[in-house]
């Protein structure tokens, strides 16, 4: 059982709500009728439901989910650039989030600049820059651009900046929202060696939002799936990363249109009894009764 005290991030009861207005219109007159007929002008929309799950220090959490699901909102949260309406989030220690591509970035100012820019909004002094900042650059490789200015930077570079720092920056827990495919294929290979070398070092924690699949199954050690802003699904990272995967092929069209066509064109009759649990490990057998006329 895990120590208490190891517990680096406890999401307990939480829920976020936004409000979005039903018109465009925000005339004064208009939003003095609205609240004399008691209209108020938008509706909420809930996006997280009561999500509560703790994180210990060098756990590898990976957090999957659909489109719209409520991932990116809970990073928001847990890096505390959103506030809960209800529930409390309690981190223990320095946290280093990536979220998007940009936010602490100035594209008026050099790399070097933005280096020392991004490290402050995340907390970190000047002389904890210093001491990180040749290795940014070297994981970064733009070691001939950092007196550039940002805006010169293609879109690659960009993001390998700013990834660089994100991981770079010491950090006790680490906050990644879809970055595994940042940069080309050889800062892939990097940036997937850096992961490995991370999951070996009990004193860091991570936490990856990622449709990556094989991610989750490489990199976790715990993973959490979330549906219309609840955890659906929590656990091992092959349970999980199955689910997520059923739940994909279940609710996708072209998935069903093609499995129909499949049908037709190889039997005219074909039905599938699964005998064992639609999610299996790699210890279990899966067993089904196929019948079909062709």
Request: net charge negative; with cysteine.
């Amino acid at each position: 059982m895990a120590d208490k005290n190891d517990v680096v991030l406890k999401v307990s009861h939480v829920s976020k709500s936004f409000k979005l207005p039903t018109e465009g219109s925000y005339e004064l007159k208009r939003v003095v009728i609205n609240w004399l007929h008691g209209i108020k002008g938008y509706r909420v929309h809930k996006v997280l439901r009561d999500i509560s799950f703790e994180v210990h220090r060098g756990d590898f959490l990976g957090i999957v989910g659909r489109n719209g699901s409520g991932k990116s909102t809970l990073l928001k949260l847990i890096s505390r650039i959103y506030y809960p309406n209800k529930g409390k989030i309690d981190v223990n220690g320095s946290l280093v989030p990536f979220i998007e591509l940009g936010v602490g970035f100035n594209p008026e100012l050099t790399g070097r600049e933005n280096v020392y820019l991004n490290g402050a909004m995340l907390g970190f002094s000047t002389e904890q820059i210093d001491a990180m900042y040749d290795d940014i650059v070297d994981f970064a490789e733009l070691g001939d651009f950092m007196d550039q200015k940002l805006k010169n930077y293609s879109s690659g570079m960009q993001v390998r900046l700013a990834f660089s720092v994100a991981i770079k920056a010491q950090g006790d827990i680490l906050v990644l929202d879809e970055v595994l495919a940042v940069g080309d294929e050889a800062f892939q290979r990097k940036c997937a060696n850096f992961f490995q070398k991370v999951k070996q070092d009990p004193s860091k924690t991570v936490i990856l939002v990622t449709h990556d699949m094989g991610a989750v199954r490489q990199y976790c050690n715990k993973a959490i799936m979330i549906e219309n802003g609840k955890i659906v699904a929590e656990g091992d990272p092959d349970d999980v990363a199955d689910a997520y995967s059923l739940e994909n092929i279940s609710s996708d069209p072209n998935a069903r249109h093609a499995l129909e066509e499949m049908r037709k064109n190889r039997a005219s009759y074909i039905h599938v009894d699964f005998d064992s649990e639609q999610v299996l490990s790699s210890d279990d057998t899966l067993k089904a009764t196929v019948k079909y006329k062709s």
